[in-house]
């Protein structure tokens, strides 16, 4: 699954993690993304992070594909963590693109990095995604956070319809505590998901939108109609 930040990936991570079949796994390639980038400047617990997981992207992507675990392995990723990594293994797994309104994502985000760019957000990057999927005849999923969250039901088994497995009832409900395959930088992130037992409602984002964003919104908005248009 790919996602941008603040998009319930991890809830939605926490929701495979219920499923007997499967083994998850929190954001592989981010040491990755780190080692490559000037964000390491500015992500909180960088040194954590990069401490933790193998900084060597290629060597994450062999492992992933040699992965035999579980029936199905499901990998919560970040679109931007993709940095310079070649992306032919994307045709040998089942993609799932994650978006979310960036009105309602930027404000999220930038309560943690204040000031973030395009190549943060990742909305750019799932179009460029797109673009491959369809140059390359990969099928993938598009799915909308809003849309999971007013019907998480619904969304779930369309998704599993789509990935060729049966839905799990399980996939609703968890109990309310982090768990072991959080990645280290869940101090930072988390403290929702590890409140909730299962997809919480949805609110709409009442507050003003910050005048500091707005450039930011602008430029993600055509990026992230065209995803809405292509989601379940």
Request: proline share 6%; with cysteine; charged share 25%.
């Amino acid at each position: 699954m790919w996602s941008g930040p603040r998009n319930i990936s991890t809830t939605l991570m926490y929701s495979f993690a219920q499923r007997e079949d499967t083994q998850v796994y929190d954001e592989p390639l981010y040491a990755h993304y780190l080692s490559q980038t000037s964000a390491k400047e500015y992500h909180p617990g960088t040194a954590e992070i990069l401490e933790s997981q193998e900084n060597d992207g290629e060597k994450v992507i062999q492992s992933m594909l040699s992965n035999k675990i579980a029936p199905v392995q499901f990998y919560k990723q970040m679109t931007h963590h993709l940095l310079n990594l070649n992306r032919d293994f994307l045709k040998q797994v089942n993609n799932i693109l994650l978006t979310r309104d960036p009105k309602e994502m930027l404000p999220s985000y930038a309560k943690v990095i204040d000031k973030p760019t395009i190549d943060d957000v990742g909305y750019r990057l799932h179009c460029e995604l797109v673009d491959y999927f369809e140059l390359h005849q990969i099928p993938f999923t598009v799915i909308d956070s809003k849309s999971v969250l007013l019907n998480p039901k619904q969304q779930l088994q369309q998704l599993c319809q789509n990935l060729d497995m049966p839905f799990d009832e399980n996939m609703l409900h968890w109990q309310k505590a982090a768990r072991p395959e959080d990645g280290v930088w869940a101090k930072y992130w988390y403290k929702n998901i590890h409140n909730s037992t299962g997809f919480m409602n949805y609110n709409p984002k009442t507050e003003a939108f910050p005048e500091h964003l707005k450039p930011l919104l602008e430029e993600c908005m055509p990026y992230y109609e065209q995803l809405k248009r292509l989601a379940i």
